[in-house]
């Protein structure tokens, strides 16, 4: 009997461990899905900013964030430089994430 009670304890910690991973996993996954969100949007907004593409800019980065199932929180665009926020949940847990997206910096010599 102890080695049954044991046995039993053994597989209810490695299922514990399993679904802990799971969750964290699913986590790491949703958080990097939306940073993808996030650059794409910012692109798309640099994009309409610089011309390559009609449209306005944050409707561009929304259309965006909200194809790759996120919400866009926050859209600032100054010059061609695009900076956005999107936020999105995974498991009742939010998160949010930034990219910016432009021309690059010019070095002065």
Known sequence: ???????????SVVAGLAVALAV???????????AGTADAAALAAADAASGAVSGVPCDEAA???????????????????????????YGGISFDARSRAGPPERSSP
């Open 1 to 11: 009997m102890p080695a049954s009670v044991s046995t039993l304890g053994v597989i």
């Open 24 to 34: 964290v996993g699913g986590a790491t996954v949703a958080a990097e899905r939306l």
């Open 63 to 89: 259309r965006v964030a909200s194809a790759g199932e996120a919400t866009l929180r926050e859209c600032d665009v100054e010059g061609l430089v695009a900076t956005i926020t999107v936020g999105g949940a």
